[in-house]
């Protein structure tokens, strides 16, 4: 949707797999190394034709596929494209996620940031669904034991406890009656 306003870019803070539906551009960790914050921009900016590719991921590309961060700071990835969206905390493939001190990783430059929850986790137990299930627990007092199941109450709770980010998207709306 924001790619009918203007260019998208896509990247991370941690780690990524490449999209399917956008451009990649992938340096390795060589070829970052070897050139300037302002010869890395201006190499993206000639290798991506926004009128033909309004949305692009951009990464360095690690040994076992994934993407890791740009070299470029924020500041300059910023500059580079009309919206920039940081996948800035993974879950492991699962629904949700408790956070530890370090997470999420999010830019300086943020302004605004969204957190996502799978709603397919409500109703299964938490050790099921959650990456860091034993963060997750140890929300409440006493903490919850194994086989508790998220439910919608436990779900507010820990979002209010956590409380990250500035929206919260519930993705999976599907998955639920």
Known sequence: ELSQ???????TSTHILPFSHCENICF???????NSNTLLQSKVLSLWDKSQNPILCLGTLEKNGKLSPFPLPFSAIEQMADFVLVEADGSKHLPAKAH????????KETKLSVLVFGLSALHKPIEEVVHRAELFRVLFPPPLGMGVVLSKELLAEALQKENLGDLLFLNQADCIE
């Open 28 to 34: 390795s960790e060589e070829e970052a190394l070897e």
């Open 100 to 107: 530890n001190e370090r997470e999420p990783q999010l830019p």
């Open 5 to 11: 306003k203007g260019s998208v870019l896509l990247t």
